[in-house]
């Protein structure tokens, strides 16, 4: 009989923890949402909120960690589709695209959440809501890439079209 491997459970930046912080994002960021990208250089911005000029970081800053912007893409979309099945996050389509908002469900679960990590999570969303909120993704680009060598080059990539 053949050995059972065992593949080891991801702790970090799963789609379910991803989608949680979107929740907390979109909601933050009511009645208005956002596009994929934005909401991927938004996540970066509120878990790395100093780099961007906000309060102190929510995780600890780690070498590298600008890498980051192109690991979370898809969870933090499979996370999206994960609480919309729950209710918790909408997705608008119209001319521009899909936007996501917060769903109904979103204030009870903003509620819900009390320890110090959501407390602190729910103060970096409304920080970034606020200073990032109505600026596009384009404009968040410029913006973190002027930021110097924390976002600089890693960003220029994701400017450039996908070549498919």
Same mark, same amino acid.
């Given at each position: 009989?053949?050995?059972?491997?065992?593949k080891q459970?991801?702790?970090f930046?799963?789609?379910?923890?991803?989608?949680?912080?979107m929740?907390?994002?979109?909601?933050a960021?009511?009645?208005?949402?956002?596009?994929l990208?934005k909401?991927?250089?938004?996540?970066?911005? &509120? %878990?790395?909120?100093?780099?961007?000029?906000?309060?102190?970081?929510l995780?600890?800053?780690?070498?590298f960690?600008?890498?980051e912007?192109?690991?979370?893409?898809?969870?933090i979309?499979?996370?999206?589709y994960?609480?919309?099945?729950?209710g918790? %996050?909408?997705?608008?389509l119209?001319?521009?695209?899909?936007t996501? %908002?917060?769903?109904?469900?979103?204030?009870?679960?903003?509620?819900?959440?009390s320890s110090?990590?959501?407390?602190?999570?729910?103060e970096r969303?409304?920080?970034?809501?606020?200073?990032?909120?109505?600026?596009?993704?384009a404009?968040?680009?410029?913006?973190?890439?002027e930021?110097?060598?924390l976002?600089?080059?890693?960003?220029e &990539?994701?400017?450039?079209?996908?070549?498919?």
């Amino acid at each position: 009989m053949g050995a059972v491997s065992r593949k080891q459970p991801e702790l970090f930046n799963t789609p379910f923890e991803l989608g949680l912080r979107m929740v907390y994002l979109l909601f933050a960021l009511r009645p208005g949402g956002a596009d994929l990208q934005k909401l991927v250089l938004l996540d970066y911005a &509120i %878990v790395y909120s100093q780099d961007v000029g906000g309060p102190a970081s929510l995780h600890t800053p780690v070498p590298f960690r600008n890498a980051e912007l192109f690991s979370r893409r898809e969870r933090i979309e499979q996370g999206l589709y994960l609480m919309s099945t729950r209710g918790l %996050v909408d997705v608008v389509l119209d001319e521009r695209g899909m936007t996501y %908002v917060a769903g109904a469900s979103s204030f009870t679960m903003v509620g819900s959440l009390s320890s110090r990590y959501w407390r602190d999570l729910q103060e970096r969303c409304v920080w970034a809501a606020e200073r990032f909120g109505k600026s596009t993704s384009a404009q968040l680009l410029d913006l973190f890439a002027e930021s110097g060598h924390l976002w600089g080059a890693e960003l220029e &990539i994701v400017k450039q079209p996908y070549l498919l």
